[in-house]
């Protein structure tokens, strides 16, 4: 399974950027999607997560300005990112819980991660 990042950009602060995730390869079934950020000197940090039902959580820093989406027949996550701010500076990670199974119907659960996109957010 490949994730693959997109959307990140130089964006002034009170713009708007919106990040997707491609899950391809030989998958399943997804559980869990979701992003992480690591900004400069910092240490990486959950931002939002969104489980195959629609369910979302939200890092209390961007309650009310980030919104996450997924489309299950795509494979594919969304960071909606609105009102941003300078202190959003930082590279995105997206990840994916994928449940798979082996020959012996034994559940898998393995969590693959994207390469990073950046986000500037400077006037």
């Known amino acids: 399974v490949q994730l693959q990042a997109s959307g990140g950009g130089l964006v002034q602060p009170g713009g708007s950027l919106r990040l997707s995730c491609a899950a391809s390869?030989?998958?399943?079934?997804?559980?869990?999607m979701g992003w992480y950020r690591q900004a400069p000197g910092k240490g990486r940090e959950l931002v939002a997560s969104?489980?195959?039902?629609?369910?979302?959580s939200y890092a209390n820093f961007v309650k009310g300005r980030f919104t996450i989406s997924r489309d299950n027949g795509k494979n594919t996550g969304y960071l909606q990112m609105n009102s941003l701010k300078p202190e959003d500076t930082a590279v995105y990670y997206c990840?994916?819980?994928?449940?798979?199974?082996?020959?012996?119907?034994?559940?898998?659960?393995?969590?693959?991660w994207g390469r990073g996109t950046l986000v500037t957010v400077s006037s």
């Open positions: 990840y994916a819980d994928h449940r798979g199974y082996t020959d012996q119907e034994e559940i898998v659960l393995t969590k693959y």
């Open positions: 390869g030989n998958i399943y079934s997804i559980d869990a």
């Open positions: 969104i489980t195959s039902g629609g369910g979302t």
